[in-house]
């Protein structure tokens, strides 16, 4: 069928996006402009912008320099720990610093994925460069795990040791303590950033930061307790932090893995996409919504039912309306994909078996020009159902022929179910030159 020219849309409305919607067969073609039915949702110059997938560019500087004020922060402490923890006689406190260490590397691997994440999209990452975040998030979290490994195992070896290590000096619990500061204030500062911008991975960055807080406070528990002459009081805390540190890595690295691996969004944020959908006029319901975490934002698609017997573009027109309804109520959804399916004949016969146009359009010539030459044909439209296919043929008969219209469509008919079984009626319709 030939393509139709679109109106042009009044130049108060604006388009969405292209490539968010595919709305049937003409996925392809121009969007329609964003409206909805509804007053309340259509757009104007009061309303907030709405999410795209290029991160908020304040935000995003933010991140990054809260960042960037651990990583100088981590690589002096990290070598003062370790150089006053070997000087003073502290295991506690060398092992502290090597956690310190570690954060160092977290902090790197932060600012790199940072970097990526704040990339909108491109032709190789047509859904944004968010999962960059998600990748790094599970690092962390492993790196995080790790650590309290390490703690644990260095906690065993030291109580499992005949030698008990000679006592510490007071430098090295004003280290700790110190340690313990600025990481503490650190943890606070970043997390607030995370939370702010919804990043799991700044906030994942300083649950590192408290990690490292925590393993100072073991340390100067060590460093206390041998001091006063309790070498086993050490240990026996590091096991206790590490434990917490294992819980810590997984409620961060859980939801990555998910966000990874496509697991379906909250119940929550399906059920808000889904309402706002079936609230469309025209929607007469919905199935097949997925919904996917991507970065920040949320990722949807889902299959709309409307009325069968309504033209393509109608359909294309209420999705349209969904998308604009959908991207304006939810705030976190960045990219939705609608697809349009006639009510109650989305699967059957003539959704997935039915014979395609070129058939029967050249079978329905073909007759038409054997058997009623006469017959001028204007126009062909096909409707598929699960009984069958039903044609519509828009034609100029003859002075001769109009009497006869009704007995023309039955012969029609016959001739069409034998050469096409698939076809379930003929409606022929008359018009003039």
Not at 101 to 124: E, F, I, N, Q, Y
Not at 284 to 295: D, E, F, I, K, Y
Request: charge should be neutral.
């Amino acid at each position: 069928m030939a393509q139709r020219k679109q109106a042009r849309p009044p130049p108060e409305l604006t388009r969405p996006p292209p490539g968010d919607i595919i709305a049937g067969p003409a996925a392809d073609s121009t969007a329609a402009p964003i409206c909805t039915d509804d007053a309340s949702m259509t757009p104007t110059a009061d309303t907030p912008e709405l999410p795209s997938s290029r991160p908020d560019a304040a935000q995003a500087r933010a991140k990054r320099r809260v960042t960037w004020v651990g990583l100088l922060v981590n690589l002096p402490l990290a070598l003062g720990k370790i150089v006053t923890g070997w000087t003073a006689g502290s295991q506690a406190l060398v092992a502290d610093g090597v956690h310190s260490l570690a954060d160092l590397a977290s902090d790197v691997t932060v600012l790199w994925a940072l970097k990526h994440s704040a990339r909108g999209p491109d032709s190789k990452h047509p859904y944004g460069h968010g999962r960059f975040e998600t990748l790094a998030t599970l690092a962390v979290a492993a790196a995080l795990a790790l650590a309290a490994v390490g703690i644990l195992f260095d906690a065993g070896a030291r109580l499992l040791a005949q030698t008990p290590a000679p006592p510490p000096t007071l430098l090295a619990l004003a280290v700790a303590g110190l340690s313990l500061l600025l990481k503490e204030a650190l943890y606070h500062l970043t997390v607030r950033v995370g939370r702010v911008s919804g990043s799991a991975l700044v906030v994942a960055n300083a649950w590192h930061h408290r990690s490292d807080a925590l393993s100072s406070v073991v340390a100067a528990l060590g460093i206390a307790g041998g001091m006063a002459g309790l070498p086993l009081f050490d240990p026996l805390a590091a096991a206790v932090i590490a434990a917490m540190l294992l819980r810590v890595a997984w409620s961060q690295g859980r939801p990555a893995v998910h966000e990874l691996v496509d697991t379906q969004a909250t119940e929550e944020d399906t059920r808000a996409i889904a309402r706002v959908l079936r609230a469309t006029p025209g929607v007469t319901g919905l199935r097949a919504l997925r919904v996917r975490q991507h970065g920040n934002a949320l990722s949807a698609d889902a299959s709309l039912l409307v009325d069968p017997e309504i033209t393509v573009t109608e359909g294309h027109r209420i999705s349209e309306a969904a998308h604009s309804r959908a991207v304006a109520a939810i705030r976190a959804l960045d990219h939705i994909v609608l697809h349009i399916e006639p009510d109650g004949h989305a699967e059957g016969f003539g959704a997935m078996a039915a014979p395609l146009r070129a058939e029967i359009e050249q079978t329905l010539r073909g007759l038409l020009g054997r058997h009623w030459p006469a017959i001028t044909l204007r126009e062909i439209r096909l409707g598929y159902f699960d009984e069958g296919i039903n044609v519509d043929l828009v034609a100029h008969l003859c002075d001769a022929d109009r009497p006869r219209q009704s007995q023309l469509e039955a012969e029609i008919t016959r001739h069409m179910r034998a050469a096409q079984p698939a076809v379930a009626r003929v409606n022929l319709h008359c018009v003039s030159e």
